[in-house]
């Protein structure tokens, strides 16, 4: 999936922007905000995810996304989380992890405005540093201690004391006691500790020119697969989430979360815990066209024939602007519709699992041909072969007759 452009290859998605982009602009205003997506595995809920992260970071705020997971992003542990967060932090300018560009944003600014405050020479960075981390330091009074020590070390040239408090405030563990100790901070970021962390950042986003953060919680759904009370205790964190973000503890804080239709529904997901059940709860029995893209769950159907050819026309068209003339001639929409039936064929009706194999098989092995060559012809010098080892595990499971083994087969039980 390509990092920047989502929107060239968005296919189906129009009917959520006019949502996205109000609720964007709320949280940029102050607000903050939530948002289940769910779908079925190849429904495109990662792609939907970080279309809104382009969408976000074109707003001007910060994105980070993070992978659920048991062993590396346990969601019970929420300074696990919040270290994800800040490890993945990302801004229209820089890639992961910003944090450091962020701080040193923040430092400019706060010199910029007291400057103005002061311009005959005095210095009054400190007390306006004081007055802009007051609501902080009234929770989280470590961590805007350590960013007074980061802006002494920034300004002294102590590059190893501004390393250690970089990584105390990205959430790092077993950060040196020394440094700890030169800034007046001590112990170890804990579950609790870890949302008075997240209000900090959110301030020095705001003080640095990001009017708010997007936060990806992708693959909720591997909850499921935890034992009992570790499931318990990340259902009743991510309860804890919402509850604090509707309380507008964290102004500017955007929680996109994405699932199964299972871990929704089923007895081993949200229903096991009543009132996170309740907070998610939206009716979807009716007609999937008059879905609610302003309600909290939402949901995606996936890719069919239809939204394969589209997208294969997106692509042709967005590679012929730089290619040979003919390659729109050549790779006309009838072939492309042509071409979509045969890879997403063997997939049966999880078509939402073809168009990395479409796209592929059609950049290199049409597009690619008939801009090089001038007598390639794909009708008649191109058949298409899939082998084993270009599909993933997921490709090869959804075949038709694909499962070779019991691990092969996708069983998608609660």
Not at 90 to 97: D, E, I, K, N
Not at 248 to 269: C, E, N, Q
Request: no cysteine; hydrophobic share 45%.
């Amino acid at each position: 999936m390509p990092e920047n452009g989502l929107d060239l290859l968005a296919v189906g998605l129009d009917r959520f922007a006019p949502t996205i982009d109000d609720d964007l602009a709320r949280v940029g205003s102050g607000a903050g905000g939530f948002k289940a997506i769910r779908g079925d595995y190849g429904s495109g809920k990662t792609f939907f995810s970080r279309w809104i992260a382009e969408r976000a970071r074109r707003a001007g705020m910060a994105t980070s996304e993070i992978q659920i997971s048991e062993t590396e992003t346990p969601l019970h542990r929420l300074e696990t989380v919040y270290r994800r967060i800040a490890e993945s932090l990302t801004t229209a300018s820089f890639p992961p992890s910003a944090l450091r560009p962020v701080l040193d944003a923040w430092l400019y600014t706060l010199e910029e405005d007291a400057a103005q405050l002061a311009p005959d020479g005095a210095d009054p960075v400190d007390a306006l540093m004081e007055r802009r981390l007051a609501a902080v330091a009234t929770h989280t009074p470590a961590f805007a201690q350590a960013l007074r020590g980061y802006r002494r070390a920034s300004a002294e040239g102590d590059v190893a004391l501004a390393e250690g408090l970089l990584a105390w405030l990205s959430g790092q563990p077993q950060v040196a006691a020394g440094v700890k100790r030169q800034a007046g901070i001590r112990g170890e970021l804990d579950h609790f500790g870890a949302l008075g962390f997240l209000q900090g950042l959110l301030a020095v986003l705001r003080d640095s020119g990001h009017p708010g953060l997007l936060v990806i919680l992708d693959e909720v759904e591997t909850l499921q697969r935890v034992r009992g009370d570790v499931r318990d205790k990340a259902l009743n964190a991510l309860r804890q989430l919402i509850d604090e973000v509707d309380s507008g503890r964290f102004p500017g804080l955007y929680i996109v979360m994405t699932g199964t239709p299972a871990f929704f529904d089923g007895p081993s997901g949200v229903p096991r815990l009543p009132p996170l059940a309740a907070r998610l709860a939206t009716d979807f029995s009716g007609n999937p066209r008059f879905d609610n893209p302003r309600a909290v769950q939402i949901r995606l159907l996936g890719f069919d024939q239809q939204h394969l050819v589209e997208l294969g026309v997106r692509v042709r068209d967005l590679y012929a602007m730089d290619a040979a003339e003919r390659v729109p001639r050549v790779v006309d929409d009838r072939y492309l519709t042509e071409l979509a039936a045969a890879v997403a064929g063997p997939f049966g009706d999880r078509v939402g699992v073809a168009p990395r194999l479409y796209l592929k098989k059609l950049v290199v092995e049409i597009l690619d041909k008939v801009d090089l060559y001038e007598d390639f012809d794909p009708r008649r010098d191109y058949a298409l072969t899939v082998s084993d080892a270009e599909l993933t595990d997921v490709e090869r499971a959804a075949r038709v007759g694909g499962a070779r083994t019991v691990d092969d087969i996708h069983l998608d039980i609660p």
